[in-house]
C-alpha cells in the first residue's frame, strides 16, 4: 500500500472518485469500496486512527468528518471510521489525528489531555482527540462528545478534567475554523455532487429519489443510510450487496418539518438532529435518544435505517408505535403511506417492498402523558434488554381515554401490548386498576431467554415499567 502523499500525487482533478483526508485528495478509483475508512487509513500508514473493537463501541477510530448543517454552514462531525466503508466518502473530506499538531505545537485538545494527565497507554487517545476536537468547534463539551470513546487505564476523570478546561478557554480563530468558514462558503467543494456511476464500483450516490429508485430497480443493491448497521456487517467482512446505493446525499431525505400537528422526519436525518431540533416536542423522544448509541454512532445513524434494520430492539420503533406514526414510502410503482401499526410483519420482515425506499415518518404531536425507558446491562451505549415507549390521556375523572403500550425487545418484533391496551380503555386509573394492568402485560408477551435477560425477566419489566410510569409521571 502506498503512503498518503504517493496517493496523493496521483490525483490530478476534483472527480467523484476522491476523498480529501488532511486536506489532500486522495484517489478512490483502485479502492475497494467496501474496505472501511480505518483500514484504508491504516494501510496508507495513518496509524494514530486506531482499531480497538471494529463495531461502533469503542471510539478508538473516531476521526472528524466535514458536513454541511442546515444552514449550510460547514463543521466537523465525530464518526467512527470502522463502519464507514470509503465508497461511502466519495468527495468527502475528513480529518485525521495526524493533522491536529502543527509542527511541535500541539492542538488545543491535545495540550489539554497532556496537561491533565489524560493519557497512560495512549491507544484510546487519538479517539478522545478527535471526539474533542470535534467539540471545540461545535462548542460542545459535556459528557456525551466524549460517550463513544473507551478508555480502559487512564480512567475519566482526567479526561474529563481536560474536557471542562478546555470549555473555559477561549478559543480565537485558527487553520481549521477558517478552513471551515472558508468551506461553508464554497459549499462546492464541501459536498461534491456525486452522479451514479463516477463513484467507485460498488457504490452508488444518487441525488435525488427518482434517481435512487431508478437505480434500485436496475441493480441488485440495498439502500445504505448512516451505515451505522451495514457497516458492523462490512466490517465483519460480510457481503451486502453486489451495489450499495448511499441515499446520504438526497437533499429531500434531509428535510426535517415541524408542523403544528406533526413533525416529518426526513428518512436520512441524522439522530443527533432529532436531539436538537426536536427537543422538547416529544418528551419520550428527548428521553430515549441519550441512551440510544453514542455520538459518534448518532451523528450518522437514521431513523429510516432504524426502520429498515426493524430490528425487534430497534429503539426508536416503541417510540413510533406509540404516536401511531405513518411510514412515507415511494416505489417504482408511487408513493404510499405505511401505519407504523401494520409495518412489522415478522422477525426483521417488515411491509415494504425491496424496491422501496422510506423517504419520510410522520409523527403526530400529542398532548399526552408520556415516557420512555431503556432497560440495559450499561446505562450508555448498550442494547436493549427492554424498551418501552407509554403515552396516556385521562379525563378529569382519571379515566383512560387513549392509550398506547409499545415494547422493544419482548417479541420477534417492536410490538404495543394491543390486549392491556383495549383493557385499560375507559377504566379509572387508580391503584388497582395499575396492578391489574402490570400483571396483565407480565403474560401479554413470551419473550425469550438469551444472554442479556431471561423470559421471566423481561415479562417481569414488561409490568413493572407501565407500574413505574403511573407512579413517576401521574
Ligand atoms: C455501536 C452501535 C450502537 C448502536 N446502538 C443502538 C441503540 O442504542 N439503539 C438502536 O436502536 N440501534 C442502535 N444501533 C443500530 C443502528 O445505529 C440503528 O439501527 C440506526 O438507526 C441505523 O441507521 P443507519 O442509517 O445507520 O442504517 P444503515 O446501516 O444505513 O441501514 C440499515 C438498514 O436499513 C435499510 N435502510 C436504510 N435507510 C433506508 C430507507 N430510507 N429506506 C429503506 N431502507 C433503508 C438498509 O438497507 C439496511 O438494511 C447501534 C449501532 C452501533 C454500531
Ligand atoms: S474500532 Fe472501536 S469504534 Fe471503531
Ligand atoms: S490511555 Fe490506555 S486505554 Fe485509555
Known amino acids: 500500500m502506498p503512503r498518503l502523499d504517493t496517493l496523493a500525487m ?14 489532500r485528495q486522495v484517489d478512490l478509483t483502485c479502492a475497494d469500496p467496501t474496505e472501511s475508512l480505518l483500514r484504508f487509513l491504516r494501510r496508507a500508514r495513518l496509524l494514530g486512527t486506531k482499531e480497538g473493537c471494529g463495531d461502533g463501541d469503542c471510539g478508538a477510530c473516531t476521526v472528524a468528518l466535514v458536513e454541511a448543517d442546515q444552514t449550510g454552514a460547514a463543521r466537523f462531525v465525530a464518526v467512527n471510521s ?33 496537561d491533565h494527565a489524560g493519557s497512560q497507554c495512549g491507544y484510546c487517545t487519538p479517539g478522545f482527540a478527535m471526539s474533542l476536537f470535534c467539540g471545540y468547534y461545535n462548542g460542545e463539551f459535556d459528557d456525551h462528545v466524549i460517550d463513544g470513546n473507551l478508555c480502559r487505564c487512564t480512567g475519566y476523570v482526567p479526561i474529563r478534567r481536560a474536557a471542562a478546561a478546555l470549555a473555559k478557554m477561549p478559543r480565537p480563530e485558527d487553520r481549521f475554523s477558517k478552513g471551515l468558514a472558508d468551506r461553508g462558503r464554497n459549499s462546492s467543494t464541501l459536498e461534491t455532487p456525486v452522479a451514479g456511476n463516477d463513484a467507485p464500483g460498488g457504490f452508488l450516490h444518487p441525488t435525488s429519489v427518482d434517481e435512487a429508485l431508478a437505480l434500485k430497480a436496475h441493480s441488485d443493491a440495498a439502500w445504505f443510510a448512516g451505515g451505522t448497521d451495514l457497516g458492523v456487517n462490512l466490517s465483519r467482512g460480510q457481503r451486502l450487496a453486489p451495489t450499495l446505493i448511499a441515499i446520504d446525499r438526497i437533499a429531500e ?3 426535517l418539518q415541524i408542523a403544528d400537528g406533526y413533525v416529518r422526519i426526513g428518512s436520512v436525518v441524522p439522530l443527533t438532529r432529532l436531539e436538537t431540533e426536536l427537543a422538547g416536542l416529544f418528551p419520550a423522544l428527548d428521553e430515549m435518544l441519550p441512551w440510544f448509541a453514542a455520538r459518534q454512532v448518532k451523528n450518522r445513524a437514521t431513523l429510516g435505517g432504524n426502520l429498515g434494520s426493524a430490528s425487534p430492539i430497534g429503539d426508536l420503533l416503541p417510540w413510533l408505535l406509540a404516536h401511531d406514526a405513518v411510514v412515507e414510502v415511494r416505489g417504482p410503482i408511487g408513493a404510499r403511506e405505511l401505519p407504523i401499526a401494520s409495518y412489522f410483519k415478522d422477525y426483521r420482515k417488515t411491509a415494504l417492498d425491496p424496491n422501496e425506499l422510506i423517504v419520510a415518518v410522520r409523527v403526530p404531536r400529542l398532548d399526552a402523558i408520556q415516557a420512555a425507558y431503556k432497560v440495559a446491562k450499561r446505562q450508555t451505549d448498550d442494547i436493549s434488554i427492554v424498551a418501552a415507549v407509554f403515552v396516556l390521556v385521562l379525563d378529569a375523572e382519571r379515566r383512560v381515554r387513549h ?9 420477534a418484533v417492536p410490538i404495543r401490548a394491543l390486549d392491556t391496551e383495549a383493557w385499560l380503555q375507559g377504566r379509572t386509573l387508580d391503584e388497582e386498576t395499575v396492578g391489574q394492568a402490570s400483571a396483565r402485560l407480565r403474560e401479554e408477551f413470551s419473550p425469550l431467554d438469551d444472554h442479556r435477560g431471561s423470559a421471566a425477566y423481561r415479562r417481569a419489566l414488561v409490568g413493572n415499567l407501565f407500574a413505574r410510569f403511573v407512579g413517576e409521571r401521574l
Not at 496521483?10 to 486536506?23: G, P, Y
Request: aromatic residues 4%; proline residues 3%.
Open 10 to 23: 496521483r490525483v490530478d482533478r476534483l472527480t467523484m472518485a476522491h476523498l480529501r483526508i488532511n486536506e
Open 82 to 114: 470502522c463502519l464507514l466503508p470509503i465508497g461511502a466518502l466519495a468527495g468527502r473530506e475528513v480529518f485525521t489525528v495526524e493533522a491536529l499538531a502543527n509542527g511541535d505545537t500541539l492542538h488545543p485538545v491535545q495540550q489539554a489531555l497532556v
Open 253 to 255: 431525505l434531509h428535510t
Open 403 to 411: 392509550v398506547r403500550l409499545a415494547f422493544g425487545g419482548v417479541a
